[in-house]
Structure formats: C-alpha cells, structure tokens
C-alpha cells in the first residue's frame, strides 16, 4: 500500500474551490492501492491530521469537527518522511497538494516539501512560483513566440502614487476595453474587464488589494480554449477542451456557482487549430520546467491562437476541465490519480 498524503484548503484565495478538489479526489482514489492521510490546512494556515467523512471537507465543516481532528506538522529531516500527529507518526510516500493558488500552488510548500525529501505530485519550486507569477509566465514565454496579449505590468506603490499615470501608460499601448489582474491569483480572484479610464482606475485598485504586481492586458476576442498536460519528461496532451463563458468573461462565479458557462470536450475547432494549441500546451510546459500536470489555457477565434495562462495545480474539481479531458481521452479518474503518483515518485 502506498501512504498517500492528500493536502486541502490552504492560505489562499481559492480555499473553497481546493475543498472541492479535494473531495472529489478523496472520494476516487483506489483504496486497494492506497492508504489515505487527509491533511487539512486552515485559512489561517494551521496543519491537521483529519480524520473524519469526506463530506465535511466538501461542505467546509471538517474545521469544526474537533473529534477528528489532530494538530499535525511535518519532519524537516531530510528523507525522513513523516507526519508527526498528537496521537502518533504517520509514515508517508508521496504528498499530494490539492490546493490551489498562494502558499500552495506557488512553490513555497514544493520548497519545503524538497527540504524534507517527500515525493509530491506537480511541479517543483521555481516551475511552480514562475507559473503562478503571469508576468514572470509572459517574460518566459515571449522567448518562445507563442502569441500572447499584450501587457503592461504595474506595482502597487504606482498604483497608490499616480493612478492615472499607470492608465496612460496603457492607454499608449492598446485600446479598451482592457483586462486588469493580480499578477498572482487564480480563479479570477481580482479580474477586471475595463471599457474606459473610469472602469481602469477602478480594476487597477481592485486589482493592487490581491497583489502588489498587476498586469493590464490587451484584450483578446475569441472562446477559451483549455489542454491538459501530463508527464515529466516526456509531457502528452490531451485532447482540446473549449469553454464559452456565461456572461461578459469567465469570473469566479461563472467558475464556480452559477453554472452558466458552456463546456465542449472536444473543443469545435479546426483539426489543424486544435493541433497547434496541444503542440503550444506542451512546448509552453517544458519552457517552463514542469513537471506532472498543468492546464495551459489560450483563446482562439479558430485560427489564432494566443497563450493565455497555465495553471499547475489546476481544479479537480467534479466541473474541472483538467480531470474532464482526460476522462474524454480514455483515461479515468482513478487511472489519472495513479499516473500522478507514478511521476511523482519517479521526478524524486
Ligand atoms: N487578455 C484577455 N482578453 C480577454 N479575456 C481575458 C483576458 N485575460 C483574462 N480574460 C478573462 O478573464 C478570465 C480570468 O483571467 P485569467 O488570466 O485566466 O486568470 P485566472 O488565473 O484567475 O484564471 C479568463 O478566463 C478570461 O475569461
Ligand atoms: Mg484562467
């Protein structure tokens, strides 16, 4: 048996969507093959050993359920690959973080989990903080001339300072209506649509709460289109998936809760569109230096193609592109859980 060690919640922005992943990986992985650990971290960032039902960590109650829950913290000893619980050890092979964005998706925790020698799924220290920086992501992938949008990058000390200068300097490169983001969230968290100087100052400020880097991007007409990559060395992707938001761009809600926005697997485009988009998914994750999965995400109107982001530890959740092209391919959730596992034991 395999002690596999899955990771939820996380100091981040996108706590709820990782609960959510969470309980859907929990609740397919092969219990023949392997012993699960359920290590719950708080918004606050306290560690714990639950061992309660799966049900309370996808409605969010798993925090108050005391009677299954076991302050836990991890051996930094090189190799030694235990979780230390108040009620015992807890040996573990590999480490699985189904969370998402800050201080989970970003390389702090892959950091320390490569201090402590512990095999995890994913991508490891600077692939994973590259990725969830997208003005570090952008300065990478214009190396490779993968078309992308436009962007002006701004701090929020300008923000604070001069507002107005920060929408000048962006009005000179490109025409609204303009998207505004945190240059380190996901989910949309802080994602603006800007039409006009007014709707810019607003998108900038909302921006520069979530984060002290921003980006203001060109806009970019056309469907979304979304690739699942898997590997090490030799990364595949996996069929093309399209969606159509259900309002204006696809925010958290649209994500998330109100279930407007339209799926197709495999995306309606050209045989030869849908080439080129897998063929950029793999070359923009061994750009970066990843390593097990990543979504790579890109707009198209059906001939362009333009590289939009990558996530590398995208959603698992039961509505999340990642595991749903995958199923499309042939491969089922379980199966896919297992390849993760193997390229994580054998990246380490
Ligand atoms: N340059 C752009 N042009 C058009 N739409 C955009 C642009 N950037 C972002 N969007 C819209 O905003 C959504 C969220 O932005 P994205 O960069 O993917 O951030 P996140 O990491 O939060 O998912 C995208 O899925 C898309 O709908
Ligand atoms: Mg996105």
Redesign the pocket.
């Known amino acids: 048996m395999i002690q596999l060690c899955c990771a939820f919640g996380g100091r981040s922005d996108e706590y709820e969507v990782s609960l959510q992943s969470a309980y859907a990986v929990l609740g397919s992985v092969d219990r023949n093959k392997y012993n699960l650990i359920r290590l719950g971290i708080t918004r606050d960032g306290r560690w714990f050993h639950y061992t309660g039902p799966d049900e309370k960590i996808a409605d969010g109650s798993w925090v108050d359920d005391s009677a299954h829950l076991c302050a836990a913290h991890l051996s930094q000893n090189y190799k030694d690959r235990t979780l230390y619980t108040d009620n015992g050890a807890l040996a573990i092979d590999v480490f699985f973080p189904i969370m998402h964005g800050s201080f989970c998706e970003d390389g702090t925790l892959q950091g320390m989990l490569s201090l402590c020698g512990i095999p995890f799924v994913g991508s490891g220290c600077a692939a994973s903080a590259v990725c969830m920086d ?1 003005a570090l992501t952008k300065q990478l992938i214009r190396l490779t001339g993968i078309p992308q ?1 436009d ?1 002006v990058v701004a701090r929020r000390a300008q923000v604070e300072k001069d507002p107005e200068a920060v929408c000048k300097t962006a009005e000179d490169r490109f025409p609204y ?3 505004v ?1 945190p240059a380190r ?7 603006s ?1 800007a039409k006009d100087r007014a709707g810019l100052l607003a998108a900038i400020k909302s921006a520069a709460r979530f984060d002290d880097k921003l980006l203001i ?6 469907h ?1 289109f979304e690739v699942a990559v898997l590997g090490n060395d030799a990364p595949e992707a996996s069929c093309v998936g399209e ?1 159509v ?1 259900g309002k204006e ?4 809600q649209n ?1 998330y809760s109100d279930h407007t926005a339209s799926y197709h697997v495999p995306a309606r485009l050209p045989a030869e569109t849908a080439e080129l988009i897998r063929s950029y998914a793999v070359q923009v994750f061994r750009t970066l230096g990843c390593a097990g999965l990543a979504r790579v ?1 890109f ?1 198209s109107d059906g001939q362009q193609v ?1 590289f ?2 990558i ?1 590398t530890l995208p959603g698992f959740t039961p509505i999340s592109m990642y595991p749903k092209l995958w199923i499309h391919d042939g491969l089922s959730y379980p199966e896919l859980i297992d390849r993760l596992v193997t390229l994580a034991l054998s990246a380490s």
């Open positions: 997208k949008a962007a209506p303009m998207f983001k969230t996901g989910s949309s968290v802080g994602v649509k991007e060109e806009y970019i007409p056309g979304e969606i938001p761009f696809y925010d958290y994500k995400d707009f333009v939009n982001e996530n």
